[in-house]
């Protein structure tokens, strides 16, 4: 199985700011394989990029997605309100598909 | 629009079955290059994905869960179901059903979720 390690546990920025969370897996994972979700409370995960780069559809540019091997990113250019939530990322380069702990970003 | 929907009882005693269906509707169940999944989330944790099935039948299963799980489908209702048996207070979580694009791998299209809490 694949662990999937989110880094930092929790991020505390200002609006405006850049925000770049980290996912570093236990073996390589192809780039095709790994995706990022956002999470707010009370509301189901919403996929935000595929195949480590790809926006989903209607995801602002704002969001960006790089890596690959074993550690990839996600950036928030420039943060707004709307934002702060968890972010999840997950493997399906061998199964059991997996996902990370998570990283709350929080308002600072 | 593809639309989820997750139904069935929100309360279960530990030992018995679990059974929850997620019921497709603005779209086929029957479309190729998806697959449907099912995830919970414990209370406060993160997502662990339970498996996936296509609408031929053929399924995946999470190693961890494998022996209790069984999930089917029924392509006349657009629907897929979801059968964890044996369950104890550790199985209390959120219960999502969601649409896995293999083109993507990921979970494109997620349902709002239901609340199953495993108590006597």
């Known amino acids: 199985e694949i662990v999937l390690t989110q880094s930092p546990g929790t991020l505390s920025l200002s609006p405006g700011e850049r925000a770049t969370l980290s996912c570093r897996a236990s073996?390589?994972?192809?780039?095709?394989?790994l995706g990022w979700y956002q999470q707010k409370p009370g509301q189901a995960p919403r996929l935000l990029i595929h195949?480590?780069?790809s926006r989903a559809t209607g995801i602002p540019d704002r969001f960006s997605g790089s890596g690959s091997g074993t550690d990839f990113s996600l950036t928030i250019s420039r943060l707004e309100p709307e934002d702060f939530a968890v972010y999840y990322c997950q493997q399906y380069d061998s199964s059991p598909i997996t996902f990370g702990q998570g990283t709350r970003l929080e308002i600072k | 629009q593809l639309q989820l929907q997750e139904s069935g009882p929100g309360l279960v005693k530990p030992s018995e079955t679990l059974s929850l269906t997620c019921t497709v509707s603005g779209g086929s169940i029957r479309s190729s290059g998806y697959y449907w999944g099912w995830i919970r989330q414990s209370p406060g944790k993160g997502l662990e994905w339970i498996g996936s099935?296509?609408?031929?039948?053929?399924?995946y299963y999470n190693p961890s869960l494998r022996s209790r799980v069984t999930i089917s489908v029924d392509t006349s209702k657009n629907q897929f179901s979801l059968k964890l048996s044996s369950v104890t207070a550790a199985d209390t979580a959120v219960y999502y059903c969601?649409?896995?694009?293999?083109?993507?791998?990921?979970?494109?299209?997620w349902g709002q979720g239901t609340m199953v809490t495993v108590s006597s």
């Open positions: 099935i296509y609408y031929s039948g053929t399924t």
């Open positions: 969601a649409k896995y694009t293999t083109e993507k791998n990921a979970f494109e299209i």
């Open positions: 073996q390589s994972v192809s780039n095709s394989q």
């Open positions: 195949g480590a780069s």
